[in-house]
Antibody, heavy 129, light 108 residues
Framework: EVQLVESGGGLVKPGGSLRLSCAAS????????MSWVRQAPGKGLEWVGR??????????DYTAPVKGRFTISRDDSKNTLYLQMNSLKTEDTAVYYC????????????????????WGQGTQVTVSS | SSELTQDPAVSVALGQTVRITCQGD??????ASWYQQKPGQAPVLVIY???NRPSGIPDRFSGSSSGNTASLTITGAQAEDEADYYC???????????FGGGTKLTVL
């Protein structure tokens, strides 16, 4: 069974740090691109960032509001994805989900496809004084 | 523009057909994917690519695309389809992901 399990969430003061983990099982983690997506209370989904597989360069990309504060990394020997969050702000309060990130190019139509599947159950991060 | 626009709320009578739309410039090069999210639960992928359903997703869910608009159609909506639905795509750079604001579907 393909499964993602997040952990590490909690309550932290503004300016503080937190590291989230995402344990993967049921698929070859080292081949996978992985993303973090968050959802603030009562709001929609917001992509946080991605790390590609090492065979695809292992590069990372981030959404503008977290760039320079958040770092995504991976340990393929432990099948685990991480999100290091520094200089946390109250607006970072959200449920954080990890997900496998797919991308595919359809040569017949010239369209790209991208999707997230599966998703973990999420971990709550609350930034408050 | 890197934004995706969805109607905030849509309703459908039980057993009828409903279309949920997603508009954005990036959809001229990217197929949207669609996610279903019920209260207190993680999102679930329901449509990806041109019109592909993951294993376990009922065939009443289908996707289509025309120009800058992607659509999720539920043919014969069921009570259990009541949920929030989100589309996503890459932005114009191709490196970042954007989500639509979500559509709350009510099944009457």
């Amino acid at each position: 069974e393909v499964q993602l399990v997040e952990s590490g969430g909690g309550l932290v003061k503004p300016g503080g740090s937190l590291r989230l983990s995402c344990a993967a099982s049921g698929f070859t983690f080292s081949y996978a691109w992985m993303s973090w997506v968050r959802q603030a209370p009562g709001k929609g989904l917001e992509w946080v960032g991605r790390v590609k597989s090492k065979t695809d360069g292992g590069t990372t990309d981030y959404t503008a509001p977290v760039k320079g504060r958040f770092t995504i990394s991976r340990d393929d020997s432990k099948n685990t994805l991480y999100l290091q969050m520094n200089s946390l702000k109250t607006e970072d309060t959200a449920v954080y989900y990890c997900s496998r990130d797919y991308e595919y190019y359809d040569v017949l139509t010239g369209y790209y496809s991208c999707w997230f599947d599966p998703w973990g159950q999420g971990t709550q991060v609350t930034v408050s004084s | 523009s890197s934004e995706l626009t969805q109607d905030p709320a849509v309703s459908v009578a039980l057993g009828q057909t409903v279309r949920i739309t997603c508009q954005g410039d990036s959809l001229r090069n990217y197929y949207a994917s669609w996610y279903q999210q019920k209260p207190g639960q993680a999102p679930v992928l329901v449509i990806y690519g041109k019109n592909n359903r993951p294993s376990g997703i009922p065939d009443r869910f289908s996707g289509s695309s025309s120009g800058n608009t992607a659509s999720l159609t539920i043919t014969g909506a069921q009570a259990e389809d009541e949920a929030d639905y989100y589309c996503d795509s890459r932005d114009s750079s191709g490196n970042h992901v954007v989500f639509g604001g979500g559509t709350k579907l009510t099944v009457l």
